[in-house]
């Protein structure tokens, strides 16, 4: 049996598009897990105490250690366990453009996609169409391969993976249309490959309850 200082804690928030990062990449190593869903409104002390500075999910805990933010997490976890599959290619160059993209894809598509669900009628076209953009960027990446990672999911496909899911769900919320996937084919068939994959696909939360999750913020946002 393992020992408590070598127990893994996940703490968490279901419908996070971040979150389930956390989630896959475990999954996908193997590792067995301790989830701990945290009510973002009402924190817990372990939280607070986990990550005193920033004070928000994902937070993961190993060996009585938390570690914090997601993308910093699944590095931690890839260079923990290193076998079986690793997330970030094995070249540094390579390892490198992982790291650059997944940021890139952080501020400009998923901050910006959440951004155009909240804007106003009057702002929403305009940051939806830079989001779009981006999006045909990451097109780009995925021509050719059935996933980032090659044939077999990898860090890119880890980060880039809310898209996936949440990014519909914010269309459908925001009434808009950000993926068109006439223009991004490669990317539209990805996020097919990656929702169907066994990671992934019992992971993901009701889709109800995200609509209805992301419409209270966004009356929120607009009130």
């Not at 389930?20 to 869903?37: F, M, N, P, S």
């Not at 076998?83 to 940021?103: D, G, I, M, V």
């Not at 669900?117 to 702002?123: E, I």
């Not at 077999?152 to 269309?171: H, K, Q, R, T």
């Amino acid at each position: 049996m393992r020992g408590e200082e070598d127990q893994v804690k996940v703490l968490s928030f279901y419908l996070s598009p971040v979150c389930c990062r956390v989630v896959w990449a475990l999954r996908l190593k193997g590792v067995d897990y301790e989830y701990a869903e945290e009510d973002i409104f009402n924190k817990s002390n372990l939280l607070l105490q986990m990550n005193p500075l920033h004070k928000k999910v994902p937070v993961l805990i190993h060996r009585l250690r938390p570690v914090s933010d997601s993308l910093i997490i699944l590095e931690y976890i890839d260079e923990t366990w290193i076998t079986p599959n690793p997330l970030l290619p094995q070249h540094p160059h390579h390892r490198s453009l992982a790291r650059f993209w997944a940021k890139f894809a952080e501020e400009k598509i998923l901050y910006g996609a959440f951004r155009a669900m909240c804007s106003d009628a009057d702002n929403k076209e305009n940051a939806a169409e830079l989001v779009r953009e981006d999006m045909e960027k990451i097109e780009e990446l995925i021509k050719g391969k059935k996933f980032f990672g090659g044939e077999n999911i990898g860090y890119l496909d880890i980060a880039f993976g809310w898209m996936s899911y949440w990014l519909p769900v914010w269309e459908q919320v925001g009434n808009m249309q950000i993926l068109d996937p006439f223009k991004c084919p490669n990317l539209a068939l990805w996020m097919s490959n990656f929702l169907n994959h066994p990671i992934v696909k019992d992971t993901l939360p009701p889709r109800d309850k995200m609509v209805l999750y992301f419409h209270d913020r966004f009356v929120a946002r607009n009130n």
